[in-house]
């Protein structure tokens, strides 16, 4: 997660001191997700933070984020533990309202191996359409390349997310709501083992 971080904050840094930055954005949020790994009898749900980074510079993008999160086991069969995330996805606008994406994410867990820990790569489309000059909406979509760290086979893995923000006419401050939902198609053994996330984060954001 960190590399993932100091990619994006570089990133940010660099288009802070050129002058064709358009926009830089930096946010807090807090969260509520749950989490399921196997089957029903495998889930956890709970909230915690985030921090997150847009950039938009002519034609290209970057957005970044991430969030630990205390999660609380829904049975006895498991235990309770923290998640951390980091994501960084880079993205080009064929259009004003489509881009491209491509990006990176590392997922961990404290204790060690009380979940799985994923490293993924993600291929995708993102769509930012304005609705006034208060606000804004956009939706996007991925196929999703992981790797496991305790090994296994990948099948058909793939996310989508929406997300509005509405704030003031200057464009200095607003508050940001997302949605995310995330499938992994794992197999181990010849066994379907999937991953699957639901992300709900609202924040307030401040522009440069």
Known sequence: MSRALTVALAFGVLCAGSAEAQTIRVGLSGLGMSYAETNESRSWDGGGGAASLVVRLGRFGLDAYGFTAKLKADSSNVSDFDMLQGDVRASFFIVPVIAVELGFG?????????????????????????????????IRGAYLAPRFEGGGDVGLSAEVGLGIAVGTANGRFRVRADYEFQRIDRKVDNQDVPLQMSLAKLGLEVGF
Request: charged share 25%.
């Open 106 to 138: 590392r997922r961990a867990t404290d204790p060690d191996f009380a979940a799985q820990d994923v490293g993924l790569w993600r291929f995708g489309i993102l769509s930012e359409m304005p609705l006034t000059r208060l606000g804004i909406i956009w």
